[in-house]
């Protein structure tokens, strides 16, 4: 199981099954998000199995199953603009924009950003 000084073992588990499947290495880097952020941070997606919902429906496999993905609450376009520089900077090359959260994923591939 993946572990971090910032994020509890709920916000980096399976919400349809509890399983752990988040990258180490991928964490560090939104710890490293986190620590430069100096602000709290709540994960409200990470990773997902196989059989979650939002991942049963795609016909490959997404990054949140890929445990690389998180998608972190924000309450205003100033955390949201922060954040998203904050996880360019720090190599997020998956970026999605909603009304209330950052999508944040560190795919191996040219960036990526979307709008929900």
């Known amino acids: 199981m993946a ?6 073992e709920s916000e980096l588990t399976c919400s ?5 499947g988040v990258q180490q290495w991928a964490l560090d880097k939104l710890q490293a998000i ?3 952020y100096n602000k709290g ?5 990470s990773y997902r ?3 979650h919902p939002n991942e049963r429906s795609k016909v490959k496999a ?3 199953n890929q445990g690389i ?7 205003n376009g100033a955390q949201r603009y922060e954040l998203v520089s904050l996880a360019i900077k720090h190599g997020a090359n998956g970026i ?21």
């Open 96 to 116: 999605g924009v909603e009304k209330n959260f950052i999508h944040i994923d560190f795919r191996n591939t040219t960036r990526v950003v979307w709008v929900y």
């Open 69 to 75: 993905a998180f998608d972190v609450y924000v309450s």
């Open 49 to 51: 199995c196989a059989n």
């Open 41 to 45: 941070m709540t994960i409200t997606s």
């Open 16 to 20: 349809c099954c509890g399983q752990s």
């Open 34 to 36: 986190r620590d430069e």
């Open 3 to 8: 572990s971090s000084k910032n994020f509890s």
């Open 62 to 64: 997404g990054t949140h």
